[in-house]
């Protein structure tokens, strides 16, 4: 979600001129009159918070078994005095089990996070756990949008506001960190097949550590916000008028991933696990958020409260499609992933400009 912070104003904008044309609901006039005449009402909310708390469980679950495994891993490092031709040899075995079994954990940990996205970005007491964890870029690639931590290894180095969380582990675990960083992966023929394919690497080991143990530092601080907010109408509302119209940033992403470019993609994410499989989490979790406030759009319109909540559920239908397509072996080109996402950003900007058209008659404030 990298430049949504950054891009918030512009998405607003087209979500209000899709408000003044939002397909086939109650004109400004008829539904103002129609708020006026209704009784009060306010979102079902409970939910949303018990869905968000149910993922922050599972994801600091997993965020601390990674730590737990990082230092495993460390201490086999250190001991063969961070000597990689010494690791492998005295515990090549034990060591290409680790990495393996920390990827696989990185790989079931990731939607744990994608499925309330949604909820925590689009929050604006929570969206900082956004940027640290899963959407803030590093300082060299843009200092608007870079993570507001440094991460000090434990050879006293520290690097300066390096990424988020989420692609610092992963690539770590799969040898695309960015060079600037000077914490490369080593490419290593882990499965002894004479080869050394994608994701062979060992790790360098305190920045495995480190990236690790922040990651579940903040992912604990997350789960800790969870707990004490208490969500309002206008963060669900927000929660759906900001992160709803984002489709054609992650499609973008998802283009320039190996999912799409293949071994000549440069991307130093995404690789892992598909954009689309994010997409479709985002989304869902984004269902649930409309489920709450859907009883107090249909104090609006009951017919306009029907219709963004089916054209919602159309939308992750189509993304949920796509990944089942690429899940069976189809490989979609990159004028087919501009295609699709400029379909999908068309319908998202709508069904976002319904909400913010439902939000204003209600009185109800989207935050900036």
Request: proline residues 4%; negative net charge.
């Amino acid at each position: 979600m990298i430049g949504q912070a950054a891009g918030l104003a512009g998405t607003l904008a087209a979500v209000a001129l899709a408000a003044g044309c939002g397909g086939g609901g109650s004109s400004g006039a008829e539904t103002a009159a129609t708020a006026a005449a209704a009784p009060a009402s306010r979102a079902d909310l409970g939910a949303v918070k018990a869905y968000l708390l149910q993922h922050t469980e599972l994801l600091t679950g997993f965020t601390a078994e990674l730590a737990a495994d990082a230092r495993r891993y460390f201490a086999l490092a250190e001991a063969a005095g961070f000597d990689h031709r010494t690791l492998l040899a005295e515990h090549g075995e034990e060591v290409g089990a680790l990495v393996e079994k920390m990827q696989a954990d990185w790989i079931d940990g990731n939607p744990y996070y994608e499925r309330v996205e949604g909820i925590v970005a689009g929050t604006p007491s929570l969206s900082e756990f956004d940027v640290i964890l899963d959407a803030g870029s590093s300082a060299a690639e843009d200092p608007a949008s870079a993570v507001p931590f440094d991460l000090t290894l434990p050879d006293g180095r520290v690097l300066e506001q390096p990424g988020n969380l989420y692609n610092l582990t992963e690539g770590a675990l799969w040898g695309t960190v960015p060079d600037a960083l000077g914490v490369p992966s080593t490419p290593v023929d882990l499965d002894g097949d004479g080869r050394v394919e994608f994701g062979e690497v060992l790790p360098d080991a305190g920045f495995l550590l480190s990236a690790a143990e922040a990651f579940d530092q903040y992912g604990r601080e997350l789960a800790q916000a969870a707990e004490s907010w208490q969500p309002a109408d206008a963060d669900a509302f927000t929660a759906l008028v900001v992160m709803v119209p984002t489709m054609s940033e992650y499609f973008g992403q998802w283009k320039q991933s190996r999912f799409v470019a293949g071994d000549a993609s440069t991307a130093q994410a995404f690789n892992v696990v598909s954009r689309l499989s994010d997409i479709r989490d985002i989304l869902g979790g984004l269902e649930v958020i409309y489920e709450g406030v859907a009883p107090l759009i249909a104090t609006v319109s009951e017919d306009q409260s029907r219709q963004t909540e089916q054209e919602l559920a159309a939308l992750a239908g189509f993304v949920a499609d796509l990944h089942d397509q690429e899940q069976s072996g189809r490989r979609f080109t990159p004028e087919e992933a501009d295609t699709l996402g400029g379909e999908a950003q068309e319908r998202a900007t709508a069904i976002a400009g319904q909400v913010s058209q439902a939000a204003a008659a209600l009185g109800i404030t989207i935050e900036q």
